[in-house]
């Protein structure tokens, strides 16, 4: 049989195969984050250097802090710091929380945002991401809630507040977190897998009012020593 493909062709084929490839490892990589720990993906800032809580601060929840002066929110800041920031550590790269504080705010505020973390929990763990100063993406060991896993809305009490599937790695494996939020709505892989598909968040500290446009991201206080790194962020214009 007489090949009719000329260099050409066999050039452009070559060509369409690599494109393939390297379009699916640019979204391979958007939930596996396979670079260096606490080094942005391309288009991604990292939140957390790696070495210290630069940007960071101890919570002052946002219900409270809307209604403080500029001088009673920084009497205010300075107490949530002396009280929160001792119990949360870095160590060897990993944001490290030994449950006896409460929740670690960004001192920057975020709108609509494509977000991406790692965090691991130990056995009966509970923990959670808040998005707007508002809870939350939950964190927890399945096995203590009649194996739903993490990564839903919990405390929705009116759109949909249990995940799709449970896609939980084993208690003390590290999991990856990829949050995208639009307006109210969010979207949530864990481990790759969707467990929350363009969700409303809900207003808890108000439900009779829509979601702020703006607010910290925080990692939640439960109580239990908890993990975090590779925490990154892409603000949608």
């Known amino acids: ?46 939140l ?16 409270k802090r809307a209604k403080l002066s500029e ?3 920084a009497k205010e800041q300075k107490a949530a710091n002396d009280k929160i920031l001792p119990h949360w550590k870095v160590e060897d790269g990993v944001i490290v929380y030994d ?7 960004t001192a920057e505020d975020f709108g609509d945002i494509d977000f991406l973390c790692d965090w691991k929990i130990g ?6 991401i808040y998005l707007r100063g508002n809870p939350q993406v939950q964190i927890w060991d399945p096995a203590k809630w009649k ?24 208690i003390g494996e590290w999991n990856k977190f990829h949050i995208t939020m639009a307006g109210d709505k ?30 910290p991201i925080e990692l939640q206080h439960h109580g239990d020593k908890l993990w975090f790194k590779n925490i990154y962020v892409k603000e949608k214009k």
Do not use: C, H
């Open 1 to 46: 049989m007489i090949n009719t493909k000329t260099p050409g062709d066999i050039f452009m084929k070559r060509l369409a195969f690599l494109t393939l490839a390297l379009t699916a490892a640019t979204l391979a990589a958007r939930d596996e984050v396979p670079f260096k720990d606490n080094t942005p993906p391309p288009g991604y800032r990292a």
């Open 48 to 63: 957390f250097n790696g070495k210290d809580l630069a940007g960071w601060q101890g919570m002052i929840a946002v219900n």
């Open 71 to 73: 001088a009673d929110r």
């Open 99 to 105: 449950g006896k504080g409460n929740n670690l705010q």
């Open 123 to 128: 056995a009966g763990g509970d923990s959670g």
């Open 147 to 170: 194996n739903v896993g993490s990564g839903a809305l919990f405390n929705n009490a009116k759109n949909p507040k249990d995940p799709l599937v449970n896609a939980d790695n084993p």
């Open 186 to 215: 969010v979207t949530v892989k864990l481990n790759g897998k969707v467990v929350v598909d363009n969700t409303v968040l809900e207003n808890y500290w108000d439900r009779k009012s829509p979601l702020p446009e703006r607010g």
